[in-house]
């Protein structure tokens, strides 16, 4: 018998603080960062953050928690949602 997975929708948040410091809650993936860009999906669509110097201090799939600080410019939603998992943590972690 074939196991099904559920998606749970996990509650989205996001904190900034003096646009130097942001932590978001509700993140099931990270597609792609450097140190001008970070793509994350969250459970309200995909999360585009610019920046200058942008670093992740923390990342935990399982608990859906990110935390990066940098010089934050802009932070973009779209309503892209990850196909499968194809994000970079995600090829790291199978």
């Not at 935990?60 to 928690?65: A, D, K, R």
Request: glycine share 8%.
């Amino acid at each position: 018998m074939a196991e099904e997975k559920s998606t749970v929708k996990l509650p989205h948040s996001l904190i900034l603080e003096n646009r130097k410091l942001l932590t978001l809650s509700g993140i099931s993936d990270v597609d792609s960062f450097d140190e001008e860009t970070v793509i994350a999906y969250t459970s309200m669509g995909e999360l585009i953050i610019k920046g200058k110097d942008l670093h992740i201090n923390k990342l935990s799939l399982e608990t859906g928690e990110l935390t990066l600080d940098g010089q934050i410019c802009s932070m973009t939603y779209s309503d892209n949602q990850p196909k499968g998992k194809s994000g970079i943590f995600s090829k790291l972690f199978r």
